[in-house]
């Protein structure tokens, strides 16, 4: 059996979610998951893994699901709550997912999955109901997950990781951030991403620790949760700390207080998924007096690189290698680059995943020939401690925390009528880390209603990756959509801004 799942059976009596005044222990969690995992076998033996898909707010369910279809030897493929229609009908279409699992909040969004897939089966969380069979051995090398994740091509592509790379992933982490079973962490995270699934829930419930979940993260909620007084972990993307400090730095001195004194309490506080400016790590420290522990991940990897727990958290870096997990930098020729040079970030280890889903050239691109896998990030090895420099793709924008392609928000803005051509770029912002701004080469620019243009994109992308500055351009940058004039047109666009 999988450690995870295993592991649970020696913390029955204790609690492992919480969502408003509801608590579960885990033996409520082993015994909906088993019966869902014999719902979703329906007689057969084991499902080999099929791919079920579900779109269910972070709470007790959605744990329940993941861990059901894994006990079912399925494969689990969250969808995101935030996206349309048609990003949803994608990740069906591409997984050929055999089955689509749901909760009330998304009947409208399902009645219309389900006209444009009258092939799959539509079920209610409610509904998921069967008498507990027995259940299939599922073994570590298994694929267990597939996640969505942006690239320098159109589509976003699903990376599959086994329960082998879970395993691998949960392990660095409850050595290197030394998780225990007291451990009570605040997960206001996205569950159809790494850093929600694996560090911030699948963490603590492989050590018997205890998950809170809130409706949705805004930042009275995330302090009302902390000054609840359970909670004494908390990892959040930088855009998270930005808007909970501009909240703190409106309240009253005697309501800091309060919380600042809840903060100090903490045991662990970490930042990533995108660079932590320092002086939000500076301002956090004055409110909570920690030093934000940052490190750095990636879908296809999960977490490669940390400031260590104990010692130095070095401000603008990402500290140094998982345990479990080797690190290298090499030049543009692959050869490792001399001490303190820059280079890309090559990882390898067994938290790495294995292919991306369906896509074999996109696979082999991804891996230099020995098996490093290859980040796309850039990166100095300085002083002990690595820092990123950037990204060696002009196209990826980190927004929020999301990873989002410039590429395939400019295939979308070509459909729409008035757009002969058009490009996207990331431009530096101080609480989303950079704002998507495009540039567009119009027919006649009085036609473009850009609140017209807006409301027609918010149905066919999700709203984080919707352009929020346009310029309008004779020429630029039509058909030159490489790097130095998409460096060029982020200068012009920061002008015009400014
Ligand atoms: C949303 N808004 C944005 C925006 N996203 N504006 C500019 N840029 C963006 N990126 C706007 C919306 O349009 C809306 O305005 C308003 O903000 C509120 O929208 P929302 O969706 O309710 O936002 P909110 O819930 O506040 O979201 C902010 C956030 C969210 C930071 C909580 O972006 C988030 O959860 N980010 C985390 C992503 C994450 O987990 N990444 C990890 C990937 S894994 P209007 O006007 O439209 O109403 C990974 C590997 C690793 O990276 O290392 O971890
Ligand atoms: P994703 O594909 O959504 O998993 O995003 C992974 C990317 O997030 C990495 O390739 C980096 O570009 C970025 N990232 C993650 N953590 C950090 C960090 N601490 N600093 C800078 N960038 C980061």
């Known amino acids: 059996m999988i450690p995870l799942l295993r592991n649970a059976q020696n913390y029955l009596q204790r609690n492992c979610v919480r969502f408003e005044d509801e608590v579960f222990t885990y033996n409520d969690l082993l015994s909906r998951s088993h019966s869902i995992a014999s719902f979703l076998l329906n007689g057969q033996s084991h499902l080999n893994g099929a791919r079920i898909a579900y779109l269910v707010n972070p709470d007790f369910d959605y744990v329940s699901i993941q861990w059901g279809i894994w006990r079912a030897g399925g ?29 009330s909040d998304f009947k409208t969004t399902i009645q219309e999955l389900e006209t444009l897939h009258q092939d799959i089966p539509m079920t209610h969380v409610a509904h998921l109901n ?3 069979c027995e259940l299939p051995e599922v073994h570590l090398e298994e694929d267990a997950l597939i996640l969505y994740t942006s690239g320098t091509t159109g589509n976003p592509k699903g990376v599959v990781l086994s329960h082998s790379n879970l395993n691998a992933q949960i392990n660095a982490l409850i050595e ?6 007291n451990d009570t962490i605040l997960n206001v995270l996205p569950l159809h991403h790494i850093h929600g699934i694996v560090n911030a829930m699948l963490c603590p419930l492989y050590i018997g620790a205890e998950v809170v979940f ?4 805004t930042p009275k909620n995330v302090f009302s949760a902390f000054l609840s007084g359970k909670i004494n972990v908390f990892m959040a993307v930088p855009t998270i700390y930005f808007k909970l400090i501009a909240f703190y730095e409106e309240l009253s001195s005697k309501e800091q207080e309060g919380i600042s004194a809840v903060l100090k309490q903490f045991r662990l506080m970490v930042s990533g998924s995108a660079a932590l400016p320092v002086s939000v790590l500076e301002k956090w420290k004055k409110i909570s007096s920690h030093i934000l522990l940052e490190r750095y991940g990636m879908t296809e990897i999960g977490m490669a690189i940390s400031n260590p727990y104990d010692g130095e958290r070095r401000p603008g870096h990402i500290g140094q290698a998982l345990p479990g997990v080797s690190v290298k930098i090499v030049q543009e020729d692959g050869e490792e680059v001399a001490p303190a040079a820059q280079g890309e970030i090559l990882v390898k280890g067994s938290n790495v995943f294995s292919r991306y889903w369906n896509k074999k050239e996109a696979t082999a691109k991804g891996f230099t020939q020995d098996g490093w896998f290859k980040t796309g990030d850039m990166a100095v090895f300085d002083k002990g401690y690595y820092r ?15 990873k989002i392609s410039a590429l395939e928000i ?20 101080d609480e989303w880390g950079e704002l998507i701004a495009a ?39 039509r058909n030159v959509l490489g790097k130095v004039t998409k460096n060029v047109l982020k200068e012009i666009i920061k ?4």
């Open 388 to 402: 990123i420099l950037g990204r060696n793709s002009v196209d990826i924008i980190k927004s929020g925390g999301y």
């Open 75 to 103: 494969i689990a493929v969250p969808l995101c709550v935030k996206h349309p229609v048609p990003s949803l009908s994608y990740v069906l279409s591409d997984t050929t997912a055999s089955h689509v699992i749901y909760s």
């Open 439 to 477: 540039s567009l080469i119009v027919e006649r620019e009085t036609e473009i209603d850009l609140s017209a243009l807006d409301a027609w994109l918010r149905t066919r992308i999700p709203s984080y990756k919707l352009p929020r500055h346009y310029i309008f351009q004779e020429d630029l940058p």
């Open 130 to 132: 069967a008498e507990p």
């Open 410 to 429: 400019e295939e979308v803005l070509r459909k729409y009528q008035g757009i002969n051509e058009c490009a996207v770029v990331g431009i530096p912002d």
């Open 176 to 181: 290197a951030w030394k998780w225990s079973k």
């Open 495 to 498: 002008d015009q801004i400014s």
């Open 214 to 217: 809130v409706e949705r993260f």
